[in-house]
């Protein structure tokens, strides 16, 4: 870089500088361009430090580029490139040129500029009312030395397996498929057993099977003196048909009287009827006088 002092632009703006950067982004524009900060972005590249310096041609954007980089400060320092605003603003938007720090004296700053006075390349002393940053190249190699240590500490990942061409027949176990198939197969089970706990499942006959035996005891009926074959009869109606509860009559309802059976005739030679006797009605005599008289087991008819 201090081989160039004392450079002076062509005719018509025209500098070396300017024929590299058009040249390397292939824009011929820039070849009689302003060349404050493509003379830096030439010397970067000389030093090989291109990467922490930044190579641009329009100053606000190579200040920004220092802020996104989080590289950009409030004090100068040697080595640093300092954006000046000759309106005196302190935003970026509003640069107007760039040099390199060479050395800090007090409250001045001792620099090397490019396109100064209009035309030369030379050295310069600045006050800092002008200045609105300080671009730091050594913060920009520290952040990316930083960064290259975090990427080897990264653990080993193995490099991925090649497929041969004979699958198993099992890896479809592993697949999408299969295994919403399973989760399904899994709540019809567990939904069957919470089912069958509940008792509201219901054991299916099948047809082809025929009807098992009913597990009740056989029920052994004693056949009627009167009718002997009711027991046959009874027993194969409670095979056919489950026996009926019998209504229990009301408590408080008095069970009819029986009717009075009917005395059978009397065979001939047995002793004759006794007469009936006459009712007396009450209130007439005394009942003593009335009151028939119980006939004794050993009293003659």
């Known amino acids: 870089m201090r081989q160039e002092l004392g450079y002076k632009e062509k005719s018509g703006q025209f500098t070396k500088f300017g024929q590299w950067y058009a040249d390397r982004v292939q824009d011929t524009q820039y070849r009689d361009a302003p060349w404050c900060d493509m003379f830096l972005a030439w010397a970067a590249d000389k030093a090989g430090v291109s990467d922490y310096v930044g190579e641009f041609a329009w100053t606000p954007s190579h200040a920004a580029w220092f802020i996104q980089k989080d590289a950009w400060s409030q004090r100068p320092e040697p080595g640093a490139l300092v954006f000046f605003d000759w309106r005196g603003g302190k935003s970026y938007k509003g640069i107007d040129h760039v040099g390199v720090v060479e050395r800090v004296a007090g409250k001045k700053i001792h620099t090397i500029e490019a396109n ?10 600045r006050e800092t009312d002008k200045v609105v940053g300080y671009g730091i190249p050594r913060l920009v190699k520290a952040k990316a030395d930083e960064e290259e ?20 027949p099992f890896d479809i176990l592993g697949t999408p498929p299969a295994l919403l198939a399973v989760m399904v ?15 509201t499942h219901r054991r299916l006959v099948w047809p082809w099977l025929g009807r098992r ?10 056949p009627s003196p009167r009718n002997p074959f009711a027991g046959e009869g009874a027993a194969k109606g409670a095979e056919r048909k489950p026996a009926r509860p019998q209504p229990r009559p009301a408590p408080s309802q008095p069970a009819p009287s029986k009717p009075a059976r009917p005395q059978p005739a009397k065979a001939q030679g047995a002793a004759p009827a006794r007469p009936a006797r006459p009712r007396v009605p009450a209130g007439s005599g005394s009942a003593a006088e009335h009151a028939p008289r119980r006939r004794r087991p050993y009293d003659e008819g």
Do not use: C, M, N, Y
């Not at 197969?185 to 008792?199: D, N, Y």
């Open 116 to 125: 100064v006075d209009r035309v030369w390349l030379k050295r310069k002393t």
């Open 149 to 168: 240590i975090r990427s080897t500490e990264q653990p080993f990942v193995s490099p991925p397996r090649t497929q041969t061409g004979h699958g198993s």
């Open 185 to 199: 197969l899994t709540t019809i089970i567990l939904s069957l057993r919470v089912t069958r706990r509940r008792g």
């Open 213 to 222: 035996p009913s597990s009740a005891p056989d029920i052994q009926r004693v």
